[in-house]
C-alpha cells in the first residue's frame, strides 16, 4: 500500500472516530437533559401553573378546589423530594459538566468499538448473551460460565460500555458495599463515584441497553440507592441463583465428616428465633454439635460444600448450593426450601434439633443417586441461566440469549407414523429440547422431499411448543442433497447423523434413536451434568458423576458429531 493511500485511510479512520465520539456526547446530552426535563415537570412551580390553568378552564367545578390544593402544594414547597430530587440534581451536575469540557481523556481518545473482544478475528462467533455493569467479583464468576461478562471501573465505564457491544447492562447492589471499586456510590460522602453510576446509566439509556438494577443485599447494608432503582429500567429482587459449574457433586469422596457445620458468619440482624436457636446448638456452648465456620471466602465454598455431608443454615440460597454439592441441609430459618430438613421452614425446638442432628449424623453420606432428584430440581428452577433467562426477559431480549442450554435432537424419520412416535416421544421429556433436525431419508429426490413435508407437518405440535422443526431430504445412497453442507450420503451407519449436526444451529446436540426407550429425565440429566461439568461431551460410561478418559458422546458439541476428525483434548464426563 502506498504511503497517501495509507495516510488517507488514517484520516478517514480518524474523522470517523471524532464523529463517533461527538454524536456519543450528543447522544448522552440528550439523554440527560430528559432526565432534567421530566425531574422538573414534577416540581412544585409547573404543579403550581397547571392547576390555575384547570381552575381557569373549569372554574365552577375546579374553582371551588383551588384553595384545597394550593395549601397542599404550600406544604409540599421546597422542591422535590427523594428519587425525583436526586435524578434531577445529578442530570444538572453531569450537564454542567459536559458544558465545561469536563470529558475524561481516555474517553476523548479512545475510539468506540476499539477492543470489541474478537473484533480481530474474521469468524468470531458472539456468546449468547453478553453482560456488563457494576458487578461485584463473585458476580462475575457466576454468570462467567453462561454469558460473556465485563465488569465496568469508575474511571472507564463509559468507553467500556460501547467498546463490549453488551445486551445487558446489571447493576449490583452488593458491588456498592466496602471493598469494591464502586463503594458508597449512594452515600452523599462519595458523591464523584455516584455522578459515574448516574452518568453509566444515562449511557446505557442513550445507547438503547436495557440496565436492571440487582438489589442482591439487604438496604441495611447499602442504603442511599433508591434514586438507582428509580433510574433503571427494572428491578430484580433476585439474585444470580446457583451456579451449577461452580456448586456440584462432580469429585465427592466416599466418606465425609459428618459432624454438622454452620458455614456463615454469625448475623446480626438475625431473627430472635434463629439467635436463640444457634445459641443453643453453637459448638461454643455444647461442644461437637454445629461447628460454626465464621466468614468463608466464597472462592472457598464449593470445596467446603463438598468436604461435609450436613449443614446447618438460615439462608436460603446457601442451603440450594450446598444441596447441589451433595449435602443433607437442615433449615433452621428463612424462606422454605424443597430437598432440606424442615422444607416447610418452621420453627425448631432446641432439643427437636439436636435429635435430628444425632440421626442425620449416623447416617452415610448422600450418594449421587440420591442427589440427583435435588439436582435436577435446582437445575429446573434455581441455577443461574434460569435467572438469566428471566432478566433477558425482563429486559426484553427473550430468553433465547441462554446459549448453553439451547440442545438440538438429531433424529431420524422417513413418513409420517415415526415422526409423530418422535414427537410423543420428545413431549414426555422434563426439559424440552431448542432445536429438533430430522433427516428424513428415501431412494430418490422426489420422495424423499415429500417425506420431509410429511415429517414436517407430523411434528407441527412441537413446533406449537417453540421447538425449531427441520427436516432435511436426504436420498439413500445417492449424490449430496442440494443445500446439505458435506455429504449427505455418508456410507456409514452414523452418516445422517453427521448430515443432521452440519444443519444444525444450536451449540449442543443429541442423537435420538428411533424406537429406543428413553426416561422422562434423559434430556434433563445430560444438560444438567454438561453444565456442572462444562465438558465438552457427557454419556455413559460406568462412572458416575466424574470425567471420563472415553466415552461414546450422548451430548456433544455440534462440531463432534457435523466433523470427521473433532480433535484432542476434549474434556468428556460421564453421567453414570
Known sequence: MSDPEASGR????????????????????????????????????????????????????????????????????????????????????QLGDLASGGERFLSALTAPGLGAPGSEAAGWNPPGLVVTGVLTALGCATLAPDAAVHPLLPHDADVMLESTGADLVLIEAQAMLAGSAWAYAGDPAAADRGRRLGRLVATARALGKPVIFIRNVPAHLAPGLDWVAASCDAVSDDGFGVQLARFNPIGLAGSRRGDPAYADARDPRESPAVRALLDEVAVFHVPGLVQVAGGVPWRRRPALYREQALFVTASADQAREQLACGARVIMIGGEPVAGTVNPAGADWA????????????????????????????????????????????????????????????????????????????????????????????????????????????????LADRGVSVRAVPVVTGGPDTAGVPGPASDPRPDGWLRCAASVARSPWVVPWQAGHGYDDCYFLDLACARECAQADAAGYAGAGYAFTASLEPTLARRVLFASRDPGQGLRLFSVS
Do not use: C, K, N, Y
Not at 434455581?382 to 433424529?411: E, K, N
Not at 428424513?440 to 411434528?459: G, I, M, N, Q
Open 350 to 461: 432446641a432439643a427437636a434439633l439436636r435429635e435430628e442432628i444425632g440421626a442425620l449424623r449416623a447416617r452415610v453420606p448422600l450418594s449421587v443417586a440420591e442427589i440427583l432428584p435435588v439436582l435436577r430440581e435446582i437445575f429446573i428452577a434455581q441455577a443461574t441461566p434460569v435467572r438469566l433467562a428471566a432478566l433477558a426477559r425482563l429486559a426484553g431480549l427473550g430468553d433465547h440469549a441462554i446459549a448453553g442450554r439451547r440442545l438440538a435432537v438429531l433424529a431420524r424419520a422417513a413418513d409420517a407414523a415415526t415422526a409423530a412416535a418422535l414427537s410423543a416421544s420428545l413431549t414426555r421429556q422434563r426439559f424440552t429440547p431448542a432445536e429438533l433436525v430430522v433427516v428424513a431419508d428415501a431412494p430418490d429426490a422426489a420422495s424423499a422431499e415429500l417425506s420431509a413435508r410429511a415429517v414436517t407437518v407430523a411434528l407441527a405440535d
Open 10 to 93: 488514517q484520516s478517514v479512520a480518524a474523522e470517523r472516530d471524532r464523529l463517533a465520539r461527538t454524536l456519543r456526547e450528543t447522544r448522552l446530552q440528550l439523554a440527560m437533559t430528559q432526565a432534567r426535563l421530566t425531574a422538573l415537570e414534577q416540581s412544585v412551580t409547573m404543579e403550581l401553573g397547571r392547576t390555575l390553568v384547570r381552575a381557569a378552564r373549569r372554574p365552577w367545578s375546579r374553582g371551588v378546589q383551588l384553595p384545597a390544593e394550593l395549601v397542599r402544594l404550600w406544604r409540599e414547597r421546597g422542591g422535590l423530594t427523594g428519587p425525583g430530587a436526586a435524578t434531577l440534581a445529578l442530570a444538572s451536575a
